[in-house]
């Protein structure tokens, strides 16, 4: 131990792990409490991005959650139209049909609900998003998805130009919330990098 506690204080390299790790530290928190400032609000379209689909059809827990709030805000009147956005888990199940059903079974009219099955990830959900709402002649949308997962999902709406743009996350926690904040922070770069680029270009 006190190898380890030399080595941070007099070693350059110690110190600059150390560094590194503390900003890491600071990028976890950033993530978490951006991801908590929510700013529902009447939308156009709610977008429901999609997750972790069971063989049988059931939603995980992450992804109940979302269609839960999305429930609870469809009846509170913030929106009137959802696009549910998924693709084919590795369990083989369509992610947006499961969405739909859920919705349907919890109240939500059948003609109420889209779906993009290209949203593989938050990038494609996001430009296929800009594409609907291109097509429907829509502007604002509420984004629903996890608390970690909002800022990205605010960087690439953003990016596709879609504004107004609220947030409202599911209320879910959960121990794998450890590995997935950081995770976004990883996400979060390397979205901010491809951005970045695009535009050098």
Known sequence: MKLLAHFFQRSWAGRLILGLLTLFLIACLTIVFAGLADN?????????????????????????ARLDQTVTLYRQGYFKQILVSGAHGKEGYDEPVAMRHYLESNGVPHDAIFEDNEGSNTWHTAQNTAQFLKAHHLTSVLVISQYYHMPRCRLAFSKFGIEPLYTSHAPFWCLRDFYSVPREVIGYAAYTLRIVSSHIR
Request: hydrophobic fraction near 40%.
């Open 40 to 64: 529902p609000h009447q939308a156009d379209l709610a977008v429901v991005l999609g997750n972790k689909v069971f063989p049988d059809g059931t939603p995980s827990l992450q992804l109940k």
